[in-house]
């Protein structure tokens, strides 16, 4: 018998949105190429929760943020 597994994923309404820009301080110099694209699809996730929570402003601010962590991805990687 199979069960279905449980997703965790809060209501809309409960999500806790983290700065689109509080990592870049921190991360810009200290991180790695693999860090830099986890950090864009992290951003392009909150992108579409802010999106489907009708926060439109946000979400555009969450794909800006993946945008400049993709751009020094490829940075990294073509060093």
Not at 10 to 34: L, V
């Amino acid at each position: 018998m199979k069960t279905k597994k449980k997703n965790n994923i809060p209501k809309p309404e409960n999500y806790d949105f983290p700065d689109p820009d509080a990592d870049e301080k921190e991360m810009y110099w200290d991180g790695d190429a693999a860090t830099y694209l986890h950090k864009a699809a992290e951003y392009e996730k909150w992108a579409e929760r802010a999106r489907g929570c009708g926060r439109d402003e946000l979400a555009i601010m969450y794909e800006g943020a993946a945008e400049r962590w993709f751009k020094w991805y490829k940075c990294m990687e073509q060093e």
